[in-house]
């Protein structure tokens, strides 16, 4: 009697599940036995990295600030240790370390377990001594920042699994430690990625940062930021913020202490924004040089008092930008519809991000005009109502001290492959034209007033030098009440050196300082000794101007 097709069919899946079921047991079988009994055949704790060196990262001499070490992980298998007593007696001696915690670790009821990661290069030599079934090394390559905070917020770190987490370091993860065949050597691995050239220029960033540093200890502000750039090209020679970190320990510190608030943070400008609505005025031919004003103290705009910081009497616009009058902004700035500001301001590059390649810019905020209220226009002429990153100031500024061009800012110089050639160059790159060169050589002349003993700029004065600039006290906005803190300021001082045909550009702001708070004061003397210091590195000759006598405190 022949059988039936479906008891047929049945007997036949029932062996194709045995026979999968059995296959599969070998396999486990087999793996349990390479990972616990075999120890040459034995799978490292984590797959091998396939990249191993990540590039370094270099300023625009070549100095590196970046550079990989190749060093020991120490892992252990804790099946195969005999005796974990003298086994962890014997790591803790290596690495003088814990004998408890290691001992713990190895005590631990899992396949493998990492005792130490990428330890000092100091121990490698002890530990390449170790000769125990079930203590592993792995080599891999180690993070080492040789000059510890130096440009931290622009260098940025990678973590302990090679991967870039801030900075630099985070925004070029793939190049420095590139996922591409063409990176790889001949045996499949990496060798080196591709290193990072920065605009940096190392003297000049030590300057600053001592500079900072110093002025941060004798303001006491919370924070003191600086930026150097070459407005003709939009080079940034210098970024720093002061407190910094130690990136070689970056894990002891928070993660607002490891922020760049030069690009990140926005903050209301104050009095240095004069520069741009005065730079418009001029460019529309709506304020002449001679205009005259009469500044008694204060003014009243839509039944708003705003206050100067004392009456000026009589003035002219040159005047007025010396002596930093409240009043002579409001009443020039009322020429202009509040669209066409808008329209110029934006134009400036306020309002949204430069496209620096560094993570996290802020945008700032410059709102619609739809959204202003009766005495926004009046209030955005005095550097209120708006908020920018002082890479934002610097972007707009670096425009009128080029002769009108706006410019990408650039942290980034090149790319190059691990045999020096350049993989990719970043060239300036003009945004777009903002105002004329007239209007910059026009008001970069008057700015100058501001650095005279008349200007509230005096204390920037250098010797030998013509300077343009303007300083800025700002009251701090109450981000909770509305209005503004009564005893908290931002104060700041941008200059261009030399004028009329300015190399550099450098912005200084120091946040919430204590005792005296203007700009002029306390940001001024930070920008005179940081110029001092550089104009012969950058080989910026003395003018043989005029020389201002400075008047006593």
């Not at 030599?125 to 080599?139: A, H, N, S, T």
């Not at 009456?311 to 066409?340: Q, T, W, Y």
């Amino acid at each position: 009697m022949p059988r039936e097709p479906g008891k047929l069919l049945k007997k036949r899946y029932k062996v194709i599940i045995i026979l999968i079921a059995l296959i599969f047991s070998l396999l486990f079988v087999r793996v349990t036995q390479l990972m616990f009994f075999n120890r040459e055949l034995a799978p490292a704790p984590l797959e091998a990295p396939q990249y191993r060196e990540r590039g370094f990262i270099t300023d625009r001499n070549g100095d590196k600030l970046a550079i990989s070490l190749e060093t020991y992980s120490v892992y252990v298998r804790p099946g195969e240790i005999e005796n974990k007593k003298d086994a962890a007696r014997t790591v803790a001696q290596a690495l003088e370390s814990d004998y408890s915690r290691i001992l713990k670790l190895m005590n631990k009821k899992k396949p493998f377990v990492w005792i130490a990661r990428q330890v000092d290069i100091k121990y490698n030599e002890r530990l390449e001594k170790i000769d125990i079934p079930g203590i592993y090394l792995e080599k891999e390559f180690r993070r080492l920042y040789p000059f510890g905070s130096f440009a931290s917020h622009t260098v940025g770190f990678a973590g302990i699994d090679n991967v870039g987490l801030e900075g630099v370091e985070y925004r070029f993860d793939e190049v420095l430690l590139p996922k591409r065949a063409a990176a790889r050597g001949s045996d499949g691995t990496a060798k080196q990625g591709y290193s990072v050239s920065l605009t940096v220029d190392r003297y000049i960033q030590e300057v600053v940062e001592e500079e900072l540093q110093a002025a941060l200890e004798h303001t006491g502000a919370d924070l003191i930021t600086a930026i150097v750039m070459d407005p003709h090209t939009g080079e940034i020679l210098a970024l720093s913020n002061k407190p910094d970190y130690d990136l070689n320990d970056f894990s002891r510190y928070t993660d607002d202490r490891k922020r760049n608030k030069a690009i990140t943070d926005p903050f209301e400008p104050g009095s240095i924004f004069k520069v741009f609505i005065a730079s418009i005025l001029l460019e529309k031919e709506l304020i002449h040089e001679e205009d005259k004003y009469f500044c008694e103290g204060s003014i009243e705009v839509e039944g708003i008092t705003i206050n100067d910081i004392k009456p000026h009497g009589a003035l002219n616009f040159r005047n007025v930008l010396e002596v930093s009058c409240n009043v002579g902004m409001i009443e020039s700035v009322d020429r202009i519809d509040k669209f066409a500001l808008y329209e110029r301001l934006r134009a400036y590059g306020f309002g949204e991000p430069t496209g620096i390649n560094l993570p996290g810019e802020g945008r700032g905020i410059l709102r619609n005009p739809s959204d202003w209220s009766r005495i926004s226009k009046y209030a955005i002429s005095i550097g209120q109502e708006i908020s920018t990153t002082p890479l934002q100031i610097m972007q707009a500024a670096s425009a009128v001290a080029n002769g009108g061009m706006l410019m990408q800012p650039r942290i980034v110089k090149r790319v190059e492959r691990p045999d020096g050639s350049v993989l990719k160059e970043y060239a300036p790159l003009a945004v777009r034209r903002v105002v004329s060169e007239a209007t910059c050589t026009h008001l970069l002349d008057i700015l100058t007033g501001v650095i005279s003993n008349r200007g509230t700029g005096y204390k920037a004065k250098v010797e030998g030098y013509t300077i343009a600039g303007k300083t800025g006290t700002a009251q701090i906005a109450d981000t909770e009440k509305g209005g503004y803190l009564e005893d908290e300021f931002y104060a700041s001082f941008l200059g261009f050196v030399p004028a009329p045909n300015p190399r550099i550009v450098i912005l200084v702001t120091i946040d919430r300082p204590v005792g005296e708070v203007y700009g002029g004061q306390i940001a001024a003397p930070v920008f005179k000794s940081i110029v001092e210091r550089i104009s012969h590195h950058l080989n910026i000759l003395p003018s043989f101007s005029e020389i201002y006598i400075i008047r006593d405190e």
